[in-house]
Nanobody
Framework: QVQLAESGGGLVQAGGSLRLSCAAS????????IGWFRQAPGKQRDLVAL???????DYADSVRGRFTISRDNDKNTVTLQMSSLKPEDTAVYYC?????????WGQGTQVTVSS
């Protein structure tokens, strides 16, 4: 079972930046995919960004060019660097990973962007 722990959420003004981290209980190279979803109040959980084992990435159209996902090999950590934040980025951000046909989730971290 893969355990994921997010950190780095908080309150920021529009136009600001935040960095989220997701610490995995095993090497991120052993995971098929690792990344982030987000869920705003009253809305469905949507994919934000993901990183595959081969190093390729995908981003939601709404964040492409503003968010960057990367991996720290030594720390088994995946980071989501968020820049030019907008109020519509406000949500709970969940780290997820896919491994051997199963999906795992972190507990989530709140990101609030004030206008």
């Amino acid at each position: 079972q893969v355990q994921l722990a997010e950190s780095g959420g908080g309150l920021v003004q529009a136009g600001g930046s935040l960095r989220l981290s997701c610490a995995a209980s095993e090497s991120t190279f052993s995971l098929s995919v690792i990344g982030w979803f987000r869920q705003a109040p009253g809305k469905q959980r949507d994919l934000v960004a993901l990183l595959r084992r081969d190093g390729t990435t995908d981003y939601a159209d709404s964040v492409r060019g503003r968010f960057t996902i990367s991996r720290d090999n030594d720390k088994n950590t995946v980071t989501l660097q968020m820049s030019s934040l907008k109020p519509e980025d406000t949500a709970v951000y969940y780290c997820f990973s896919d491994s051997i046909g199963r999906r795992y989730w972190g507990q989530g971290t709140q990101v609030t962007v004030s206008s």
